[in-house]
């Protein structure tokens, strides 16, 4: 159980993601409003970088071959993605953003 | 009262209607048929990953559990012989006979063959399903020469995965470059340098009279002019055709697909068609057989929510996506049409590029190269008829995405 800074609450704007590299896989960091939520930044579908996708609401597209996944659960919302995303716990102090990685026990 | 739903073709199409109709809360019968004696998997992975040997299999399009806790009655391997629209009967492979409510015919299309010489040579190959797809990489590998018939998408993709096992790729293309009718010239010529690149050798405005063998099996590809070239294996890629046999044989009449309107209902009350075998209305004009992943996908959802009366009409824009010499490329509305192209991005390398045609202050359609965010955009631009100009969308500093967002469907339509 470990919360690791990852960026500044205003690295990443309302309604765009940053791409994450310092974990053993890259995760994706999204803004949804002010909200902070993170997942695994490969798609499982195609082998595509989510953080590259387009965010409208909780809800990312992939910009490959336009599966879609809420970044807040990680469930599918659309085909072709099947598997649903890993999720991680995101914590917000001050204006830092942390995730836990180890944790990855958020899959939904 | 609906209680008995067909599907007959277990491809994307059948699978996603079938998913649509437990989404939408269906609990009545559902039987899906297709001719594959697997169930729905991912079709574009077998020109790519599965071609390539990376992935064994080509993913399921959704996981065998879900059939068994969904409740559908899945009939892989099972041909049905002949619909009867009249009294909304199928006749099965073993004689017997299935009644429905509503029919969905989602039986896609098949690989156009030539009728030439040789064509029936062992070794002369078309790429559609997933034992096309083993059956190719079995032949492949380091030396192997492949010749492959028409440039078109599957032809391209096929060459880069083909080349990267080694073999010796040659693409045979009718027309003076690749590519033209999906992604025009610009970006058919730059693909075509790509290839080069790779090792492809590229021949246009070839005219082939026959395919040459020895024991049987393919050895050569001649041509009109008397040059011939030498082949262990042969791939025509030159398009597909929508299998609408069975609608034909009831008596429908059918064009390159089966004609439906925006639900997917045919000319026969009751029965539906979705995915490459429906010839479907197109929202800027025209109705064709679209032969695109997300298309069907939308097809067979619109189609699913129809037959439960539930009809919204969805007239369709072209989607598509292809990798090629390692470049994706996604393309939004179709190339030919009216209006005025321009270009974003890096216009001298080709990559990333976005090229965008304008009609009357929208964007009527939309490629990218390696462009896949800005891309994701465009869509949105596309389907909503967003109000944009050409000198806003000619200015680099402009950015798409911010603009939308500012703008939300402050289109027409």
């Given at each position: 159980m470990a919360f690791v800074r990852v960026c500044g609450r205003s690295d990443v704007a309302e309604g765009e993601a940053l791409k994450l590299e310092q974990f053993?896989?890259?995760?994706?960091?999204?803004?949804?409003?002010?909200?902070?939520?993170?997942?695994?930044?490969?798609?499982?579908?195609?082998?595509?970088?989510?953080?590259?996708?387009?965010?409208?609401?909780?809800?990312v597209e992939c910009s490959l071959h336009m599966g879609k996944f809420c970044v807040r659960t990680g469930k599918v919302r659309s085909a072709p993605a099947n598997g649903a995303l890993q999720t991680f716990a995101v914590r917000v102090e001050g204006d830092a953003v942390f995730v836990d990685f180890d944790a990855a026990a958020v899959t939904p | 009262m609906i209680r008995n739903i067909a599907i007959v073709g277990f491809g994307l199409?059948?699978?996603?209607?079938?998913?649509?109709?437990?989404?939408?809360?269906?609990?009545?019968?559902?039987?899906?048929?297709?001719?594959?004696?697997?169930?729905?998997?991912?079709?574009?992975?077998?020109?790519?990953?599965?071609?390539?040997?990376?992935?064994?299999?080509?993913?399921?399009?959704?996981?065998?559990?879900?059939?068994?806790?969904?409740?559908?009655d899945v009939h892989s391997g099972e041909r049905v012989q002949q619909i009867n629209p009249a009294q909304r009967r199928l006749l099965l492979p073993s004689?017997?006979?299935?009644?429905?409510?509503?029919l969905l015919l989602a039986t896609g299309a098949r690989a156009r063959t030539l009728s030439l010489p040789g064509a029936t040579l062992d070794g002369v190959l078309t790429l559609r399903d997933q034992a096309d797809s083993s059956n190719l990489r079995g032949r492949l590998g380091p030396g192997v020469s492949l010749s492959i018939v028409g440039g078109g998408l599957i032809g391209c993709e096929v060459a880069t995965t083909a080349r990267k096992a080694g073999a010796e790729v040659r693409i045979l293309e009718s027309a003076d470059e690749l590519l033209l009718r999906v992604l025009g010239r610009r970006v058919g010529?730059?693909?075509?340098?790509?290839?080069?690149?790779?090792?492809?050798?590229?021949?246009?405005?070839?005219?082939?009279?026959?395919?040459?063998?020895?024991?049987?099996?393919?050895?050569?590809?001649?041509?009109?002019?008397?040059?011939?070239?030498?082949?262990?294996?042969?791939?025509?890629?030159?398009?597909?055709?929508?299998?609408?046999?069975?609608?034909?044989?009831?008596?429908?009449?059918?064009?390159?697909?089966?004609?439906?309107?925006a639900t997917g209902l045919s000319a026969c009350p009751d029965l539906f068609v979705a995915g490459d075998a429906a010839?479907?209305?197109?929202?800027?004009?025209?109705?064709?057989?679209?032969?695109?992943?997300?298309?069907?996908?939308?097809?067979?959802?619109?189609?699913?929510?129809?037959?439960?009366?539930?009809?919204?009409?969805?007239?369709?824009?072209?989607?598509?996506?292809?990798?090629?010499?390692?470049?994706?490329?996604?393309t939004i509305g179709d190339f030919d049409g009216p209006g005025d192209w321009l270009l974003r991005g890096d216009a001298e390398h080709g990559s990333p590029l976005l090229m965008l045609r304008v009609q009357s202050d929208a964007v009527a359609a939309a490629l990218s190269v390696d462009a896949t965010k800005d891309f994701a955009?465009?869509?949105?631009?596309?389907?909503?008829?967003?109000?944009?100009?050409?000198?806003?969308?000619?200015?680099?500093?402009?950015?798409?995405?911010?603009?939308?967002?500012?703008r939300p469907a402050a289109g027409a339509s």
């Open positions: 053993p896989i890259p995760l994706a960091l999204f803004n949804v409003d002010g909200e902070f939520f993170a997942t695994q930044d490969r798609c499982t579908h195609g082998e595509w970088s989510l953080s590259d996708g387009y965010l409208d609401g909780d809800v | 199409a059948g699978a996603s209607a079938a998913r649509s109709l437990r989404g939408q809360g269906y609990d009545g019968r559902i039987h899906l048929f297709g001719e594959e004696p697997v169930l729905a998997y991912d079709r574009p992975s077998l020109s790519k990953s599965v071609l390539a040997g990376v992935a064994a299999e080509p993913p399921p399009l959704l996981d065998a559990g879900w059939y068994t806790a969904a409740g559908v004689g017997a006979s299935l009644s429905y409510d509503r010529a730059w693909c075509r340098e790509r290839l080069e690149a790779l090792g492809v050798v590229v021949q246009r405005n070839t005219r082939i009279s026959a395919f040459e063998g020895k024991g049987g099996r393919v050895r050569a590809v001649a041509f009109a002019d008397g040059e011939r070239v030498t082949a262990d294996v042969v791939l025509v890629s030159i398009g597909a055709e929508p299998d609408t046999a069975l609608a034909q044989d009831a008596g429908l009449t059918c064009a390159r697909g089966v004609p439906v309107d010839c479907w209305p197109l929202r800027d004009g025209g109705q064709r057989s679209l032969e695109t992943y997300l298309n069907s996908q939308a097809q067979a959802a619109t189609a699913a929510a129809a037959m439960l009366g539930r009809a919204e009409p969805s007239p369709q824009v072209p989607r598509a996506w292809t990798e090629i010499a390692g470049h994706r490329i996604q955009t465009v869509t949105r631009l596309v389907e909503a008829r967003t109000r944009v100009t050409l000198p806003e969308l000619r200015d680099p500093a402009f950015n798409l995405r911010d603009f939308l967002r500012a």
